[in-house]
């Protein structure tokens, strides 16, 4: 079964986010900060599909940082950014990494993560 982490600081969101992902079938773990995702990718790098990472987490790493380290550990890692700026992820984030602008539709981020887990 398909592993996501979810990295976003806001909890209302993240748990929202995790509801739609889990009712696709996928297992998700969920971090509010760069420090909860690292302790993720530090047990589970090698079962990672998927990181969905809001950019902004408020102190500490942003989830381009996030996703550096999550491919440094696992290269395979897709990469899905969520924020409500407007960003060059080309300059900013890793390579293929796909930016999803808040507000967005839950169905069709669930459906993009699906599809990159190969579902």
């Given at each position: 079964?398909?592993?996501?982490?979810?990295?976003?600081?806001?909890?209302?969101?993240?748990?929202?986010?995790?509801?739609?992902?889990?009712?696709?079938?996928?297992?998700?773990?969920?971090?509010?900060?760069?420090?909860?995702?690292?302790?993720?990718?530090?047990?589970?790098?090698?079962?990672?599909?998927?990181?969905?990472?809001?950019?902004?987490?408020?102190?500490?790493?942003?989830?381009?940082?996030?996703?550096?380290k999550a491919r440094?550990?696992?290269?395979?890692?897709?990469?899905?950014?969520?924020t409500g700026q407007?960003?060059?992820?080309?300059?900013?984030?890793?390579?293929?990494?796909?930016?999803?602008?808040?507000?967005?539709?839950?169905?069709?981020?669930?459906?993009?993560?699906?599809?990159?887990?190969?579902?």
């Open positions: 079964m398909p592993v996501v982490l979810l990295v976003e600081d806001d909890p209302d969101v993240r748990k929202v986010i995790e509801t739609a992902l889990t009712e696709r079938g996928l297992v998700v773990r969920a971090a509010a900060d760069d420090r909860a995702a690292q302790r993720v990718l530090d047990r589970e790098a090698g079962q990672i599909s998927v990181l969905v990472a809001d950019v902004n987490l408020g102190v500490g790493a942003t989830g381009f940082d996030v996703a550096r440094r550990l696992n290269p395979r890692v897709e990469v899905v950014y969520i407007a960003l060059n992820v080309q300059r900013f984030g890793v390579e293929g990494g796909v930016l999803f602008p808040k507000p967005f539709n839950l169905d069709d981020l669930a459906d993009m993560v699906v599809t990159l887990t190969g579902g």
